[in-house]
């Protein structure tokens, strides 16, 4: 089933950083060199989408100039709008408690699809997002496409795990690299949003080049969840019985995913004073040091991989398992506060 955009087509400049990808498929574009299948892979949440949007209003475009869609051509209209007949994007779809994927119907719809005829452009456009959700049998056909494209047809996977796609279908398209953004054009993102600068430096270090997840942790409030996991750590030396019940109240009061989240930040802080006893400056929680550099004094090493190893069944459990949440933080914090 075809998907209509969510929104605008994005310029180039919307796409923070990545400077030389746009160059080259800018070139690509200008030159009219670009291959039937583009494979855009790397880190989720960087822009991978949106570049491939761009590059797609660039060949749809009816006036392109320098590589570039000019805007304001019936067919930019179109696309902007989500209504573009050459334009066809498969996204990954939610089937019961099965977890979303893009399944075999939805390539056999993709294929009839790709064998019309242009209605609009000069050749269509076929767009999949989450590449890696397809199934085996989605992949299978999916391949044979690959393998006897049609004439008229430039097909864009893209994908934050290039690893899981079948090789035969990775060795059938030309590769579009991303690599995680750095400093600056993160903070470009996060200032275009209105995120308040003095959380850029911690988002920044929570989301390892990933503008899209620096946005959801934002949105999700996921920094006082990573405060109360650390105000946790800091307590854990001199954990009492009273503090243990008191802590599985508040804790075990969460969603089960929100609990599931706390863990995860609790074991992350851990790994980050392991760090430091190993020597090692890269830390994630780099906005943490000095307090997580105090705990090494307080939480021997042995005691920081226990808790790791205790906080990851606990997760595990919360999970996977019908139990009280409130039980098992408790006794987590029982066994991690000895």
């Known amino acids: 089933m075809a998907e209509g955009l969510a929104s605008a087509p994005g310029s180039w400049a919307a796409v923070a950083g990545h400077a030389e990808t746009k160059a080259r498929l800018q070139t690509l574009l200008r030159e009219g060199c670009v291959p039937h299948a583009l494979l855009f892979s790397g880190p989720r949440g960087v822009g991978k989408r949106m570049l491939a949007t761009a590059a797609a209003a660039a060949l749809l475009c009816k006036s392109p100039k320098d590589g570039l869609a000019c805007g304001a051509c019936e067919s930019c209209r179109a696309l902007a709008a989500g209504t573009h007949p050459d334009f066809y994007a498969v996204l990954p779809e939610k089937s019961g408690k099965a977890a ?3 399944k075999i119907e939805q390539i056999r719809e993709l294929r009839a699809e790709a ?3 242009p209605r609009l452009s000069a050749r269509r456009i076929v767009l999949l997002d989450d590449a890696e959700t397809m199934n085996d049998a989605a992949s299978n056909a999916l391949l044979k496409t690959l393998e006897e494209p049609p004439g008229d047809n430039v097909f864009f996977l893209v994908t934050g795990a ?5 090789p035969t279908i990775v060795s059938r398209c030309t590769g579009v690299r991303f690599a995680p953004l750095n400093g600056e054009a993160m903070t470009q993102v996060l200032a275009a949003h209105g995120v308040p600068e003095e959380l850029w430096d911690s988002l920044c270090a929570l989301s390892e080049g990933s503008a899209g997840r620096a946005l959801r942790l934002f949105e999700e409030d996921a920094l006082s969840l990573r405060e109360n996991a650390m105000a946790t750590l800091e307590r854990l030396p001199r954990l009492t019985p009273e503090d243990v019940f008191s802590l599985g109240e508040q804790l075990g009061a969460m969603e089960r995913e929100r609990l599931s989240e706390w863990l995860r930040y609790f074991r992350l802080l851990l790994r980050d004073i392991l ?3 190993g020597g090692s400056g890269e830390l994630l929680n780099a906005d943490l040091e000095a307090r997580l550099f105090a705990l090494t004094g307080r939480i021997s090493e042995p005691r920081a991989f226990l808790a790791v190893r205790e906080a990851t069944e606990a ?3 919360i ?3 019908n139990a009280a949440t409130r039980l098992t933080i408790e006794a987590f914090l029982l066994k991690v506060g000895k």
């Open 315 to 317: 997760a595990r459990r």
């Open 319 to 321: 999970e996977t398992s």
């Open 100 to 102: 979303r994927s893009i």
């Open 162 to 166: 290039r690893q899981a796609l079948l």
């Open 115 to 117: 064998a019309r005829l």
């Open 275 to 277: 760090a430091l006893y």
